[in-house]
T-cell receptor
Framework: DAGVIQSPRHEVTEMGQEVTLRCKPI?????LFWYRQTMMRGLELLIY????????DSGMPEDRFSAKMPNASFSTLKIQPSEPRDSAVYFC?????????????FGSGTRLTVV | AQRVTQPEKLLSVFKGAPVELKCNYS??????LFWYVQYSRQRLQLLLR??SRESIKGFTADLNKGETSFHLKKPFAQEEDSAMYYC?????????????FGKGTKLTVNP
């Protein structure tokens, strides 16, 4: 298995533009998590899904952020419009119910820079 | 509420010295605790789980419920241990599956 796959690895965009980050979880994993990593705030959970259904989106900063999981093998995190303060590394992670006690498997992250 | 505190943002030791990265947590039930490591510009990797009581790369961590701590220790640090270390907690009550992370400690092992 190739692990959790995120794209793009790096994204530079101008303020006001729409940004879409993509994630492919490990096959068979029914939990998917989106985290944001910044120097100031560390790792923050934005939203997580179970069986493609959003369970907890309390970490989504504001309405500019939205996430979808149309099927078990794909999820997107969209920021529209983007702002410089959204610059961060966004990680996707996946797991499965019996393995939750084993922690999650993380992707390599998308480094987003909004100028 | 679940909370994880890592009091040291930076920790610097010399090669061969003992190292301890501190982690304290706040949770009303019985938590599951983890240590993750992130080498420079790489993905987070699971290092330890408290339920397995294992030693990985010479690191150990013991859950102390009385002190609500889960400190990470290694008797002899190596240069390749230089990385960001994150302590994380998963609550076992209320059906929550999310991991809450501390803000991390950057460990530098000097030659």
């Amino acid at each position: 298995d190739a692990g959790v796959i995120q794209s793009p690895r790096h994204e530079v965009t101008e303020m006001g533009q729409e940004v879409t980050l993509r994630c492919k979880p490990i096959s068979g994993h029914d939990y998917l998590f989106w985290y944001r990593q910044t120097m100031m705030r560390g790792l923050e959970l934005l939203i997580y899904f179970n069986n493609n259904v959003p369970i907890d989106d309390s970490g989504m900063p504001e309405d500019r952020f939205s996430a979808k999981m149309p099927n078990a093998s794909f999820s997107t995190l969209k920021i529209q419009p983007s702002e410089p303060r959204d610059s961060a590394v966004y990680f996707c992670a996946s797991s499965f119910r019996p393995g939750l006690s084993n922690g999650y498997t993380f992707g390599s992250g998308t480094r987003l820079t909004v100028v | 509420a679940q909370r994880v505190t890592q009091p040291e943002k930076l920790l610097s030791v010399f090669k061969g010295a003992p190292v301890e990265l501190k982690c304290n947590y706040s949770y009303s039930g019985s938590p599951e605790l983890f240590w993750y490591v992130q080498y420079s510009r790489q993905r987070l990797q699971l290092l330890l789980r408290h339920i397995s009581r294992e030693s990985i790369k010479g690191f150990t961590a013991d859950l102390n419920k009385g002190e609500t701590s889960f400190h990470l220790k290694k008797p002899f640090a190596q240069e390749e241990d230089s990385a960001m270390y994150y302590c994380a907690l998963r609550g076992t009550q209320g059906g929550s599956e999310k991991l809450v992370f501390g803000k991390g400690t950057k460990l530098t092992v000097n030659p």
